[in-house]
């Protein structure tokens, strides 16, 4: 299962996963954009992905349980689980950040993952080599000024990973840190930045691929970065 699946990172790692023979459940809350990724998914021969949409900073506990009760229902366990939308939020000091855009951030992007990660964990189990993956950024690993909600959820992801991790035996638990990368929400963050000098999702994909693959078995609680 790949969040965010519909656009930047999320998008190329569902993609790279289904041509490593993965059949991926794109989670996301833009359907079309999500179809996008199905089709393809599926110009490239890859296993028939499904969709679910759900967008993060509305739903509630009845719409994780539906997605994990589809999974159940179709494939009966889950393997892998990249942990990828995450919004930006505003940058501005603590001093002037707005409460409901601090609320939205801490909600989509550690709420919404422990949610979905306690949710799925029955089907996590029922797997040979499960494995979670958080994306961090390395503002969760050191503070910088005017990151806000963003740079706190980000070091609450991490928080969670650890925990998680020490907690279960049985599933890979770790955090990823992509790195300047030429997505959208990049090009938010460092407008006057020059994209072309950015490395492409497609760039940092062999990080993701060994933490969602068998390769990484045995490694726990760690937070790798991409580049
Ligand atoms: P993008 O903005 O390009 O993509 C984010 C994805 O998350 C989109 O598909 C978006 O959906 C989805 N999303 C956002 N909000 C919600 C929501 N409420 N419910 C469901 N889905 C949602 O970002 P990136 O690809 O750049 O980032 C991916 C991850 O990597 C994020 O967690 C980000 O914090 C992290 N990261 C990125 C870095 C970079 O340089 N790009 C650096 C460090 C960390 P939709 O398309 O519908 O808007």
Known sequence: MV????????????????????TVALVGRTQAKLEAVYDAIEADGSPTPTIAVIDFAKAQGDDYQNIADGLEEQFGR??????????????????HYEVKT???VMHVN?????ILTQTLLPLLQKSSGPS???TSSGVGRKGRAYWGAYAVSKFGTEGLMQTLAD???????????PGA???AMRKVAYPGEDPTALLTPADIMSTYLYLLGPDSKGISGQSLDCQ
Do not use: M, Q, Y
């Not at 965010?4 to 993965?22: E, L, M, P, T, W």
């Open 132 to 134: 979670v993956v958080f």
């Open 167 to 177: 907690e279960v035996e049985n599933i890979r638990v770790n955090c990823i840190n």
């Open 181 to 183: 990368t030429r997505t």
């Open 3 to 22: 969040t965010g699946a519909g656009d930047g990172i999320g998008s190329v790692a569902a993609r790279s996963f289904a041509k490593h023979g993965a």
């Open 78 to 95: 889950l393997d892998g689980l990249l942990h990828n939308a995450g919004i930006l939020g505003h940058r501005s000091p603590i001093e």
């Open 110 to 114: 550690l709420n919404a993952p422990f």
């Open 102 to 104: 601090w609320l939205d």
